[in-house]
């Protein structure tokens, strides 16, 4: 189990600290304007940094998507297992029925063994999108399910057989 310890910085925003497994610290401050420092510490008590990196609100969102988002997707992806998920990155094609419709229309009519894990818009992914999201032609769905259900959602944007 891992241990964040979180404290206050008066003026700045908020620190959150922890343990990584080669033993170092690993420190997030998160301040008020919404950059997030990173700093990596020798060990879980030492007092001076080795190095940080700044991030700006976007950049953390996109760091935090990576290592969340791909640990799930890794999880789901694995193909073969009873119970086992599959992933997949469905483009929306000029010629949907969905493009220009919002993202709830469809997932009303999606397989219910269907999720939504993301919508990626100019290489912007957006996990969770919500559901008045309006599709454009060219997003991709990133869906997970089985995979007759996955080909089943795949007709239903595309608007034909797969």
């Not at 189990?1 to 404290?7: G, K, L, P, V, Y």
């Not at 993202?103 to 999108?129: F, H, K, M, T």
Request: aromatic share 2%; charged share 20%; glycine share 12%.
């Amino acid at each position: 189990m891992t241990i964040i310890e979180r404290s206050a910085l008066p003026g700045i925003g908020m620190r959150y600290t922890l343990a990584t497994v080669d033993g170092r610290g690993l420190a997030v401050i998160c301040h008020a304007s919404g950059r997030r420092d990173l700093l990596v510490y020798s060990s879980p008590h030492a007092e001076v940094a080795h190095g940080s990196v700044s991030l700006t609100p976007a950049q953390a969102h996109d760091v935090a998507e990576l290592l969340h988002t791909l640990g799930v997707v890794d999880r789901l992806a694995s193909a073969g297992r009873p119970g086992s998920a599959d992933v997949a990155a469905l483009p929306v094609p000029a010629g949907s029925p969905y493009a220009g419709r919002p993202l709830g229309e469809l997932g009303s009519r999606l397989p219910a063994g269907i999720s939504v894990l993301a919508l990626i818009r100019d290489g912007d992914a957006r996990p969770g999108a919500d559901p008045d999201t309006v599709l454009l032609h060219d997003d991709v769905l990133v869906l997970t399910g089985g995979r007759a259900d996955l080909a089943a959602a795949a007709e239903a944007v595309t608007g034909h057989p797969t």
